[in-house]
């Protein structure tokens, strides 16, 4: 259970409508999880909603996934992509309404580049790295940051705060939000993440990314035989860290008015020397040209078929 200061939490019960997952994103999600429901249930339930319907049918018809027919009902992309393809573009979808959410004044588009970004790379790091769900990895980098968004979008006077300490003082974006917060946006993320009955894995990874020292071992999917993280207490969060390394090699994290990565990650050795071992990052953490052409790839893919 995430525990936030009692002065903050009074603040965000002020904030008149808190971000709520959509009705029928949850109801989906739910169904999504559970393997006896079919796919004509899902697709009545996603077709309620004009808007993502439309979303989730340009995506599936995008060159990402390459089907050569063309993806004409809900039941036909549920059928072809799997729950898991279904399950990502639903959160995606989620994420860019949220963010057009709140009248706050920001770099909303950058932003939402960045959380594209990260997701992407999250599941390719999955790949690379032995996780086997690599649907849950790219949800775990999608929703990394939510706590950002949640003080962009409903706590406005705050994140305008945060900015101004961090420009006169220079210290790291999560240094700004303990001095005008008392928390930061990873907490912050993890307490929203729980009043949306996210997994706890996911959780963990939103609320422990910015962490620098060793982590409570938490349970999570079984990992490939071999895999470099099986040393690492938290595999999840561990590869949202990674991603957000990538993201900032890519130019993708200037929201966060950090030219140099200055706030921790939860980085540990092994999985860095894994990588440096098979020259998938140089020794600064820039992904290899390789690496950064395959996330780039499937990111600019997504971001195309999702506006």
Not at 48 to 56: E, G, K, M, S, V
Request: with cysteine; charged share 15%; proline share 5%.
């Amino acid at each position: 259970m995430i525990s936030l200061d009692a002065a903050l939490l009074r603040r965000l019960s002020r904030v008149e409508q808190l971000p709520s997952m959509p009705l029928i994103v949850a109801e989906a999600l739910q169904l999504l999880e559970q393997s006896e429901t079919d796919a004509a249930s899902i697709a009545r339930l996603i077709e309620r909603d004009q808007a993502l319907t439309a979303r989730l049918l340009r995506v599936a018809n995008s060159p990402i996934y390459g089907f050569s027919r063309r993806i004409t009902t809900i039941r036909l992309a549920i059928s072809l992509l799997g729950n898991e393809a279904i399950r990502e573009i639903l959160l995606a979808a989620t994420l860019y309404e949220l963010l057009h959410t709140g009248s706050s004044v920001w770099a909303r588009e950058l932003f939402w580049q960045y959380c594209l970004y990260s997701a992407c790379a999250t599941r390719i790091f999955a790949r690379r790295l032995g996780y086997r769900l690599a649907g849950e990895a790219f949800t775990a980098g999608l929703l990394h940051d939510l706590g950002i968004l949640l003080t962009a979008a409903f706590l406005p006077a705050e994140f305008h705060a945060i900015q101004r300490h961090q420009q006169h003082s220079g210290c790291a974006y999560v240094e700004a939000e303990h001095a005008v917060l008392g928390t930061t946006h990873a907490e912050l993320g993890a307490w929203l993440a729980e009043r949306w009955n996210l997994p706890s894995v996911l959780i963990h990874a939103l609320a422990y990314h910015h962490c620098s020292g060793p982590l409570p071992a938490h349970e999570h999917p079984p990992l490939l035989a071999h895999s470099v993280l099986a040393q690492v207490s938290q595999p999840l969060t561990a590869l949202v860290a990674l991603a957000e390394v990538a993201a900032h090699w890519a130019g993708l994290r200037q929201w966060s008015g950090e030219s140099t990565l200055l706030s921790p990650l939860f980085l540990p050795e092994v999985v860095q020397h894994h990588l440096l071992a098979h020259s998938l990052i140089e020794s600064t953490g820039k992904p290899s040209p390789e690496l950064a052409e395959e996330i780039d790839r499937e990111y600019n893919a997504l971001a195309q078929a999702l506006r």
